[in-house]
């Protein structure tokens, strides 16, 4: 998955933070859809790679629970986790035991959803 990540980083526009970041949704039936970061000069249009990733899977008819794995990785030494945006849209989307592996130039580290996300806010709030 890794050659994948490094392969997209390069698709990643991020004039402003030099941040590059690509993400690699793995679907259930195996297809994998990918994102990167896109900046703007107005720093609220800015979006993520992860929600890039996860957006267009849902955008090509995927549904909750159709995801099996999120990969993400960002042109660093030290690994870069979600904002917690994106770890709100991991809890819309993603089944609480879903992995989710964090890759740097050179490691990588693994967490579960509720690893990442212990305290959801979800449709048991409402």
């Not at 994948?4 to 030099?18: T, W």
């Not at 993400?23 to 993520?48: H, R």
């Not at 770890?87 to 609480?96: C, S």
């Not at 130039?105 to 409402?126: A, G, I, Q």
Request: contains cysteine; glycine residues 6%.
């Amino acid at each position: 998955m890794r050659d994948e990540l490094v392969k997209l980083l390069s698709n990643s526009y991020a004039p402003y933070s030099k941040y590059n970041v690509s993400a690699i949704c793995i679907m259930n039936d195996g297809k994998l859809i990918g994102g990167v970061n896109i900046e703007n000069a107005s720093y609220g249009a800015t979006i993520c790679a992860e929600r890039v990733a996860i957006f267009k899977a849902i955008s090509m008819g995927y549904k909750k629970g159709d995801f099996k794995e999120l990969h993400i990785m960002v042109n660093s030494d030290k690994i870069g986790t979600p904002c917690f945006m994106c770890r709100q849209v991991f809890t819309e989307f993603f089944n609480k035991d879903m992995k989710v592996y964090m890759y740097s130039n050179n490691d990588m580290m693994e967490k579960t959803v509720e690893e990442l996300c212990p305290y959801p806010f979800d449709e048991s709030n409402l």
